[in-house]
């Protein structure tokens, strides 16, 4: 396990809680009635009183996604957690979809413990032909004096199908040897989706020695299996009410979420 992944998440397999900021200024979805810094703040005192390890803010309801987003979402998702951060009691992450560059300089600006993205492969998405460059953006996060945020690489992107036709178990491996992640995530399809528990455990077994996550599609039903294999997990759908990704956090669902992953975990 690497240390800036202990250094942020401690011995424990952390169960990271998803912040899920309403669309933001310029973006198609965009409410301007909706108060983006009282319903984040919501949420986020929601994931703390349910006990999860972490919390992750994302621009989850930005769609259609970009590839490079707007100055002015990167501004606004930078103003929202600011104005929430003596707030925030647990370790935190961003992630901005789907931009890289963007997602370090969130979460070097606001002084994040670690950060979510596509950083290695090339797929074709339903944006487009999507190519990355890891060695772009480690270096811009340790030029913005950052090199303490962890970086989290998840390597099978939702809404989109790798052009690498190495296995996924070969391309998790060839990601840690050469672009050297503090963890690696493995998702399914689209959010919400469970990634299939074999890839999970084809993934952790080539990576013993890595962090290994559970991406997407965590359920109350499947978080102890999950726990079994990786060495932790982001959730965000599943404690949404009914379990619908668009809807708000139903802090029964959440609580009862941490319960049984606590239970895992002992």
């Known amino acids: 396990m690497t240390t800036t992944f202990?250094?942020?998440f401690g011995n424990i397999k952390p169960v990271i809680g998803m912040v899920h900021i309403g669309a933001?200024?310029?973006?198609?979805?965009?409410?301007p009635k909706l108060d983006l810094v009282a319903a984040?703040?919501?949420?986020?005192?929601?994931?703390?009183?349910?006990?999860?390890?972490a919390v992750m803010f994302g621009n989850e309801n930005d769609r259609p996604y970009e590839f490079k987003v707007d100055t002015a979402s990167t501004a606004t998702m930078a103003?929202?957690?600011?104005?929430?951060?003596?707030?925030?009691?647990?370790?935190?992450?961003?992630?901005?979809?789907?931009?890289?560059?963007?997602?370090?300089?969130?979460?070097?600006?606001?002084?994040?413990?670690?950060?979510?993205?596509?950083?290695?492969?090339?797929?074709?998405?339903?944006?487009?032909?999507?190519?990355?460059?890891?060695?772009?953006?480690?270096?811009?996060?340790?030029r913005l004096g950052r090199s303490d945020m962890a970086?989290?690489?998840?390597?099978?992107?939702?809404?989109?199908h790798s052009l690498d036709q190495r296995s996924l178990p070969d391309r998790?491996?060839?990601?840690?040897?050469?672009?050297?992640?503090?963890?690696?995530?493995?998702s399914g399809q689209i959010t919400g989706e469970a990634a299939a528990?074999?890839?999970?455990?084809?993934?952790?077994?080539?990576?013993?020695?890595?962090?290994v996550m559970a991406n997407t599609g965590v359920k109350h039903d499947s978080v102890a299996q999950v726990l079994s294999i990786a060495d932790g997990c982001v959730v965000g759908s599943s404690i949404k009410v009914d379990g619908n990704t668009w809807?708000?956090?139903?802090?029964?669902?959440?609580?009862?979420?941490?319960?049984?992953?606590?239970d895992a975990r002992a």
Do not use: C
């Open 172 to 186: 998790a491996r060839s990601a840690v040897f050469s672009s050297i992640p503090d963890a690696v995530l493995v």
């Open 40 to 53: 984040a703040r919501t949420e986020l005192l929601t994931l703390q009183d349910a006990g999860f390890d």
């Open 6 to 8: 202990k250094q942020v």
């Open 24 to 31: 933001l200024p310029g973006t198609p979805l965009f409410n």
């Open 247 to 262: 809807n708000n956090i139903d802090p029964e669902r959440a609580r009862s979420f941490m319960t049984r992953a606590t």
């Open 151 to 160: 970086m989290l690489y998840n390597v099978s992107a939702e809404f989109a």
């Open 79 to 142: 103003y929202i957690i600011g104005q929430l951060k003596s707030e925030i009691t647990v370790p935190f992450g961003v992630n901005v979809l789907w931009d890289p560059m963007a997602t370090v300089a969130l979460g070097a600006a606001t002084g994040a413990h670690f950060v979510r993205e596509i950083f290695t492969g090339t797929y074709a998405s339903d944006m487009g032909s999507w190519n990355t460059d890891a060695g772009k953006a480690m270096r811009y996060r340790d």
């Open 197 to 211: 528990m074999s890839d999970l455990s084809a993934v952790k077994a080539v990576l013993p020695d890595t962090p």
